[in-house]
């Protein structure tokens, strides 16, 4: 059986714990290792994160969050209507232009990446960045 939750917090990194409070109730009950939902966790702060320091430069705003369970993983989303970023080296262009602190190299999306068995960061038509973020079941 699907199950799909969404949760829009407000981009403050003390709202960020809501969305992991909720990230780790949905994945208990669907029967993910306690490895599987820190790892998860530890994702979903990072990506929250990015999206709280660099999204909305200290400005109002939402950080969306959609859980979607499936028999055999889930895919979080993160979105978020800051003016993006981009990794990989066929971003250099883009990150070239962009602000300073979102051009840095932190070690956040190295982090998310190493912890979930597959990661997209997406830029939206409409703006912002939406990462996505799949992890398998191993219980």
């Known amino acids: 059986m699907d199950e799909l939750v969404t949760l829009d917090i407000p981009a ?9 409070l909720a990230l780790s109730g949905v994945l208990r009950e669907r029967g993910f290792s306690a490895d599987a939902i820190a ?6 702060t990072e990506a929250c994160s990015n999206s709280v320091r660099h999204a909305y430069d200290g400005d109002a705003g939402l950080v969306h969050l959609c859980f979607n369970v ?5 895919v979080v989303e993160i ?3 800051g003016p993006g970023f981009c990794v990989g080296d066929e971003c250099d262009a883009i990150n070239d232009a962009l602000p300073p ?7 956040g999306i ?9 990661f997209s960061l997406d830029r939206p ?6 990462l996505r973020l799949t992890k398998l079941r191993d219980a």
Not at 110 to 118: C, G, L, P, T, Y
Not at 125 to 130: A, H, I, Q, R, S
């Open 12 to 20: 403050r990194a003390e709202y960020v714990v809501l969305g992991r």
């Open 39 to 44: 790892d998860l966790k530890l994702a979903l």
């Open 70 to 74: 499936l028999d055999d993983r889930i």
């Open 79 to 81: 979105r978020d209507e």
């Open 101 to 107: 602190v979102l051009n840095e190299g932190g070690m």
């Open 110 to 118: 190295s982090i998310i990446r190493a912890v979930v068995d597959e």
């Open 125 to 130: 038509v409409e703006g912002g960045t939406l």
